[in-house]
């Protein structure tokens, strides 16, 4: 089954403003991470969240988790120009023999306008 | 900090041909992974690696594709007989070792098949 479905596809804000972010998965998770992707450039990795865990922030982050709903959302405060990037939710596979595997969700692109 | 890095940066082949990609993980690392994206679709795993051995691959990793680390630093991912489907960016990642959960992506490698 898929993981991680992200919505929306394509997000377009002004600077200030928030910006969020939702990925659903389908299966149990052990933590869902999110990672940034620059045009062009590798993954950066953002924040994990764990699935005993409800919410996490981290700076301008702050990473929401509803195993209920499967569901996870990432939220960017007062977004900067520089904020614009991918945005893929990912789940660790965390047991049996491929310990560490990602499987990414089809991300969202996040524009913010100066 | 410690990076993981890639080269080539970027690579024109011809269909058929053999493309290496190198990776060189960050030291003491011991788990490490081939992901690729195809221009606009998200990141999908190709292959795990751990302890000298193939952990899991994915379908896409089929018998053209092959990985090794052949002086215990550089990890490689070898394509014998290139396809256009193969064009995408490639990344490879690393994790520090077992209960670890965030992976060090490198740039990547994008691969042109013409």
């Known amino acids: 089954s898929q993981q991680g479905e992200e919505d929306p596809q394509a997000l377009s804000i002004q600077e200030g403003e928030n910006a969020t972010m939702n990925c659903s998965y389908k299966t149990s998770i052990n933590n869902l991470q999110w990672y940034r992707q620059n045009s062009g450039r590798g993954l950066v990795h953002l924040i994990l969240i764990r699935s005993n865990e409800r919410e996490k922030h981290s700076g301008r982050l702050r990473v929401t988790l509803d195993t209920s709903k499967k569901s996870s959302s990432l939220l960017i405060t007062a977004s900067r120009a520089a904020d614009t990037a991918s945005y893929f939710c990912a789940e660790l596979n965390a047991g049996g023999t491929s310990y560490g595997k990602l499987t990414f969700g089809q991300g969202t692109i996040l524009t913010v306008h100066p | 900090e410690p990076e993981v890095t890639q080269t080539p940066s970027h690579q024109v082949t011809q269909m058929g041909q053999e493309v290496i990609l190198r990776c060189v993980p960050i030291?003491?690392?011991?788990?490490f992974y081939w992901y690729r994206q195809i221009l606009g679709q998200k990141v999908e795993f190709l292959v795990s690696?751990?302890?000298?051995?193939?952990?899991?691959k994915s379908e896409i990793f089929d018998d053209q594709f092959s990985v090794e680390r052949p002086d215990g630093s550089n990890f490689t991912l070898k394509i014998r007989s290139t396809k256009l489907e193969d064009s995408a960016m490639y990344f490879c990642?690393?994790?520090?070792?077992?209960?670890?959960?965030?992976?060090?992506f490198g740039p990547g490698t994008r691969l042109l098949v013409l």
């Open positions: 030291s003491n690392h011991l788990y």
């Open positions: 690696f751990y302890n000298n051995e193939i952990s899991e």
């Open positions: 990642a690393t994790l520090p070792g077992l209960g670890q959960e965030t992976q060090y």
